[in-house]
């Protein structure tokens, strides 16, 4: 019986990677387009500090993840570039391209701490110059385009630490582009006037200021829909840090409990600090919901930096990559 | 080949992305107060900006609200053109992202096509 039962379990573990992804991604297009404004306003406030967390230890603080000259040198710039932002979030003026440039001297440190083929490593550096290129001349570009594309890149990751197959990556990103160009194409514009989700502010964020910092200069119809995709682009990418992710990354693991497993990653000060920061951004919300959330993602810029720093060093030295190993 | 054209279907989404509207001119006065300099010479003053009201739904009504212009020498541009470069940085910046989302899931799958081939 048990003999017969195993390759069937077996099967359901080795289930195509969309069918693990499919559930996460409806579950996120329909909450975004039931309640748009309280996704984008209590995601991050209650799952923002959790997902950050499991960006560093999966992808820096794990044992063998990533050598560990590698994390303090990674930390000069990127501590640095979150000095700034908490300057901003206490009123003083921002220093948007020395944040890009910070940004970039993260991906740099990457690049230069790996062992690669010359011309992969000339190639990166040539994009990280046209990059500071473009900073320089527009740092709010750069900010935009990560702001967008970090919710990308967490789907990328999971595919890459799931190993996923070529048709496995293609049925995934068929899944999540079809999502994508049915908002894009205004396909729940009905739906959301009808049901008047975006009319009345959730606990003081507005469908106004989101537009102005997620679709800057865009026309309304147009900027309401890339509003409507980063709602639905941030849940996915919340699910894969935290369940997707984490489920891919056990697999290479031996088993242990989940405090276990925590307090190896990060420590026991380390994981103290992740508990209560988890705790102390949704008691603030209950204070000033919208304030908090703009602090949090203010203060939290650091870590789309990071994720763009480990893949370029991901991607001139493949063997660097922990589902290489 | 394969890579680009799938980096190019990959990226249709940004062609989807198009507008109008806007002043930058807000923009370059945002969490400056009045009075203060707003680049190349201009100065933050007060004045009234257009503002979308979502209250009835969308498309939402225009109104205007109390606010901080960039005025003066750090302004050459007329308003229509400095909105089409706001439009087109915004074009730019989304449809960058997708680009390069693109291109990193091309990039994964070429791997991996190559990486099955190599294996049987």
């Known amino acids: 019986m048990a003999a017969a039962l195993a390759p069937s379990l077996a099967d359901r573990e080795r289930a195509p990677l969309v069918w693990r992804l499919a559930p996460f991604c409806a579950a996120a297009l329909l909450l975004s387009v039931a309640a748009p404004l309280w996704m984008l306003l209590l995601a991050p406030l209650l799952l923002g500090v959790p997902h950050v967390v499991a960006d560093l230890r999966y992808l820096l603080l794990a044992p063998g993840t990533a050598p560990r000259r590698l994390a303090w040198a990674l930390l000069v710039p990127l501590a640095a570039l979150t000095v700034l932002r908490v300057a901003v979030v206490v009123g003083r003026p921002g220093w948007p391209r020395v944040e890009v440039l910070l940004g970039l001297a993260a991906v740099i440190v990457a690049l230069v701490l790996v062992e690669a083929a010359g011309w992969k490593r000339v190639l990166a550096f040539a994009a990280v110059a046209a990059l500071a290129a473009v900073a320089f001349a527009w740092p709010g570009l750069i900010a935009l385009t990560l702001g967008h594309l970090h919710n990308a890149i967490a789907v990328g990751l999971w595919l890459a630490w799931a190993r996923a197959s070529a048709r496995e990556i293609v049925a995934s990103t068929a899944l999540v582009g079809a999502c994508a160009l049915a908002i894009v194409a205004g396909a729940f514009d009905g739906v959301l006037a009808a049901s008047g989700a975006w009319t009345a502010p959730a606990a003081g964020l507005d469908l106004d200021s989101l537009a102005a910092s997620l679709a800057p200069g865009l026309g309304a119809t147009t900027a309401v829909r890339v509003v409507l995709l980063f709602a639905f682009a941030q849940a996915l990418h919340y699910a894969v840090w935290l369940v997707l992710l984490p489920a891919a990354a056990r697999a290479d693991r031996p088993p242990r409990s989940l405090v276990a497993s925590l307090r190896a990653d990060l420590g026991t000060a380390g994981l103290t600090a992740a508990l209560l920061a988890s705790l102390a951004v949704p008691l603030a919300g209950l204070i000033d919901a919208a304030g908090t959330r703009a602090v949090y993602l203010s203060l939290v810029l650091f870590h789309g930096w990071l994720e763009v720093a480990l893949i370029a060093r991901w991607a001139v030295a493949r063997e660097a990559a922990p589902w290489a190993r | ?120």
Not at chain 2, 12 to 27: G, S, T, W
Not at chain 2, 59 to 69: A, D, E, F, G, H
Not at chain 2, 75 to 98: Q, S, W, Y
């Open chain 2, 1 to 120: 080949m394969k890579v680009l054209a799938l980096a190019a279907v990959l990226s249709l989404p940004a062609a989807a992305l198009h507008a109008d509207v806007i002043n930058p001119r807000e923009d370059a006065c945002r969490g400056r107060g009045a009075g203060d300099t707003c680049g190349g010479g201009g100065r933050c003053v007060q004045s009234t900006c257009g503002r979308n009201d979502y209250s009835g739904g969308v498309p939402p009504k225009s109104i205007r609200v109390s606010c901080l212009l960039c005025e003066g020498p750090a302004n050459p541009l007329p308003v229509d053109t400095a909105a089409a470069r706001g439009e087109a940085r915004t074009t730019a910046a989304i449809g960058g992202a997708v680009l390069v989302t693109g291109v990193l899931f091309a990039f994964l799958w070429h791997r991996r096509s190559n990486g099955s081939r190599a294996r049987s």
